[in-house]
């Protein structure tokens, strides 16, 4: 990756952090899609941004950093798939799912948990045989009363003898299933981000025996694991994305890679946070808790780090 295009990437996480620190939890998929951010996965020729995975995965990354609570994932990624389907499918929901009139969801069980805004149309399922559409008017769909993340309503999918259409080969099933393990782990790193950020800039003011906290070599200690794991997260789910945008034969490997370390330690770290915030930490209000409940759900997301293990041992042959 050239200086220039670690500029472009710097400049559309400033704009996006601006834009979703303005608008707060309020944003929308309409407003999200006005900004071209529904379109990062679909050819320019029909109406989107062109594949871009490596500007997806920032996006992504800022909307965790956001707690936004839209259904952006989910409709991103039908809209990637339906970009490849048959003309009549494109005709009937690209440009809605472009515009976020449509919103969808992205499955890969029969019975399945959809997060993310007000309503589900359209559900995408991936799976080794293929992508199939599903009319969410065709299926039972249902508020999941007890939630454990609060920042996002989900909603419980069952996807069942619904009739669905074929709109894609089990290829690039495959190759939209690898880029929704980046995204949610972009999302988790966004989480973590924001908690280490908040951290951080507690520690240097709370102040014991006289001194800052943040002075103690032994909490030094501790946020510097904390920083080198964002580091470590986002150089990961970095260079899988860029995989995805030079269709790389490795995507599939470096998107589990990606998904299993980072949603795996993603929680871990939350809790750190928590843990040196001290009491404020601790308190149900504080924001921690939200971040912390956000990462554990997403590792349940899109497969779990142990489906990604065993995802990566089958390709790579172990």
């Not at 995989?243 to 034969?249: E, G, L, T």
């Not at 795996?264 to 808790?289: N, R």
């Not at 990462?295 to 990566?312: D, H, I, T, Y």
Request: negative net charge.
């Amino acid at each position: 990756m050239t200086s220039a295009d670690t500029a472009d990437l710097d400049l559309l996480r400033v704009s996006a952090r601006k834009f979703l620190a303005e608008r707060g939890a309020k944003q929308s998929v309409e407003d999200l899609a006005a900004l071209d951010w529904t379109g990062l996965l679909v050819d320019e020729a029909l109406g989107g941004a062109g594949w871009r995975p490596v500007e997806t995965c920032v996006v992504a990354e800022e909307l965790g950093r956001a707690q936004d609570r839209s259904a952006w994932l989910g409709t991103t990624l039908a809209a990637a798939a339906v970009a490849s389907a048959p003309e009549d499918v494109r005709q009937r929901w690209l440009s809605d799912l472009l515009s976020g009139a449509v919103t969808a969801g992205v499955v890969g069980a029969s019975i399945a948990r959809v997060v993310g805004g007000d309503q589900v149309s359209v559900i995408v399922t991936l799976s080794g045989n293929g992508i199939h559409l599903i009319d969410g008017a065709a299926v039972a769909v249902e508020i999941e009363a007890d939630l454990l993340d609060v920042t996002r309503p989900v909603w419980r999918v069952d996807i069942g003898d619904a009739p669905r259409v074929a709109i894609g080969s089990p290829q690039r099933a495959a190759q939209l299933a690898a880029v929704a393990r980046l995204l949610v782990a972009a999302d988790s790193l966004g989480a973590v981000s924001m908690a280490l950020e908040r951290l951080t800039a507690y520690l240097k003011k709370r102040v014991a025996f006289g001194v800052p906290i943040a002075s103690f070599q032994a909490i030094q200690h501790r946020l510097v694991d904390l920083f080198v794991f964002e580091v470590k997260a986002r150089a990961v789910v970095m260079k899988a994305a860029r995989a995805a945008a030079a269709d790389d034969d490795r995507v599939i490997e470096l998107s589990t890679v990606a998904h299993a370390f980072v949603t795996a330690k993603a929680t871990a770290a939350v809790d750190e946070c928590m843990q040196l915030s001290g009491g404020i930490g601790f308190t149900w209000e504080y924001p921690l808790h939200h971040e912390l409940r956000r990462v554990f759900s997403n590792a349940q997301l899109m497969g779990s780090p142990r489906s990604s293990r065993a995802l990566l041992a089958e390709v790579s042959g172990w």
